[in-house]
């Protein structure tokens, strides 16, 4: 019997993805980069058991049926040559299914445990195009949780690609929680629905490597207000194109809008904060850590205290246990 536990941050979107190329390999149409959260995190302890005869799952105490995570291990018992059945079991520090990325850490810290616990190397899965091939398949998004701080994936192979480490920038990421509900429509059912019926998706796709550029150009520089800004505009052009669905997206809701305002109204009074929303009404604010109590503050005037998460840089998918 072999095990391993793994530990996962959710990562949130600068320069989004939305749209995939091929759904069966899950490849994006567009590239993305993404800030790993050290708070928020998945951790999940895979056991490979010849006791058992299917592979079970654990949720946050639930048991799953869940059709990827046996497609993950498949694939890792394929890779390694490991025949048993095995227990998952994960905790989430967010809730599942609700636009706060969990699915991300999800299927970064599964793939990293059954890797390990399946004797594979975790120090060297990162590099191997099977992993990451495995892991992209779980989550279009998941990835870039396999690295910290900041990360690119690119979008012809799908590989991601650290850009800034976790302790080289003091950034802060806080999350207004608007909702606790599972959101109405899952990323991929609202991708393909984009892709078929908008005709804001083609401009979506070409103007979307500039914001890249753009990005990568302000992390080198540490140039916060430059890559807020293109972090906004790369949200805004993202639900834009949802919003032209047939039947229109929409993941906001009105206090949705009304945290955008308000951070907005901060930048007015000369705080740095700026906004970002995902496949769900929650609102995420990027700031330098010195801003972050204002902001917190602002946040708090709108929403209950306990629904403002605070998080930094974190590192990349690991193993803890
Ligand atoms: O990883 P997925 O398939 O849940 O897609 C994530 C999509 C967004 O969160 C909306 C944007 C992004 O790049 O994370």
New binding site residues.
């Given amino acids: 019997m072999r095990r391993a536990t793994a530990e996962a941050g959710i990562?949130?979107?600068l320069?989004?993805?939305?749209g995939k190329r091929d759904a069966a390999e899950?490849l994006p149409d567009v590239g993305?980069i993404?800030l790993t959260l050290d708070d928020l995190v998945t951790r999940t302890t895979v056991r490979f058991d010849p006791a058992l005869e299917r592979d079970r799952f654990v949720l946050d105490g639930q048991p799953r049926d869940d059709a990827r995570v046996v497609q993950l291990l498949d694939g890792i018992r394929a890779i390694a040559g490991v025949m048993h059945r095995a227990s998952v079991t994960s905790k989430n520090g967010v809730p599942t299914a609700s636009?706060l990325?969990s699915?991300?850490s999800g299927a970064a810290a599964l793939a990293t445990a059954a890797w390990a616990a399946a004797g594979l190397d975790p120090d060297t899965a990162v590099d191997d195009p099977r992993f990451i091939d495995l892991v992209r398949k779980g989550?279009?998004?998941?990835p870039?949780s396999l690295l910290g701080g900041l990360v690119e994936l690119e979008k012809t192979r799908g590989r991601v690609q650290q850009l800034c480490a976790e302790d080289a920038w003091d950034l802060r990421m806080l999350v207004a929680r608007l909702t606790k509900g599972p959101k109405k429509t899952?990323?991929?059912a609202g991708?393909a629905l984009t892709k078929q019926t908008s005709p804001y998706y083609a401009p979506w796709v070409e103007s979307h490597p500039a914001d890249l550029v753009e990005a990568r150009a302000a992390i080198v520089d540490r140039d916060l207000p430059r890559l807020g800004a293109v972090m906004e505009r790369s949200t805004c052009r993202?639900h834009a194109c949802m919003l032209a669905a047939d039947p229109p997206l929409r993941y906001w809701r009105g206090i949705t809008l009304d945290v955008a305002d308000a951070v907005e109204d901060l930048r007015a009074q000369g705080i740095g904060a700026w906004y970002t929303m995902?496949?769900g009404p929650h609102v995420k604010v990027l700031c330098a850590a010195a801003d972050a109590d204002q902001v917190r503050a602002t946040l708090q005037s709108l929403v209950p205290p306990e629904d403002v998460l605070e998080a930094g840089p974190g590192p990349g998918a690991r193993i803890v246990d």
């Fill in positions: 990562n949130i979107a320069i989004k993805y939305w899950n993305s993404s636009g990325a699915s991300a989550s279009g998004s998941a870039r899952s990323s991929r991708m993202m995902d496949a």
